[in-house]
């Protein structure tokens, strides 16, 4: 993320003295760890749908498209069995009219 080496570190440090001053130094060091503390409790309490959107959104955005389609599937499995079900019960037409009139 930041390549910050040794030699950066201290020209922004002393960058941070000169501009702030070294009373105005220490509050705005504090209130960056404040900051951070903040940053790290709330990342902390996400819900793992959350994290997991932040961490890998290309895998979390196929996992919520393929939840409409298993339903797709799990329906349509569903209907087949339902149809070739239908089929093996069915009852030709006429079947059960010629019935009743030959026990007449």
């Given amino acids: ?10 020209v922004f440090l002393v960058i941070a003295y000169v501009v702030l001053g070294p009373g105005r130094l220490g509050e705005a060091a504090r209130g960056l760890g404040r900051a951070r503390e903040q940053l ?14 932040i961490r890998n959104p290309r895998g979390a955005l196929l996992d919520v498209l393929g939840e409409p389609r298993r339903a797709m599937e799990d329906a349509a499995g569903v209907v087949k069995e339902v149809v070739t079900g239908a089929g093996k019960d069915a009852v030709a037409p006429g079947t059960e009219q010629e019935q009743l009139e030959e026990a007449r």
């Fill in 1 to 10: 993320m930041l390549d910050l080496s040794p030699d950066k570190i201290i």
């Fill in 40 to 53: 790290r409790k709330f990342t902390s309490e996400l819900p793992p749908e959350t994290e997991k959107l």
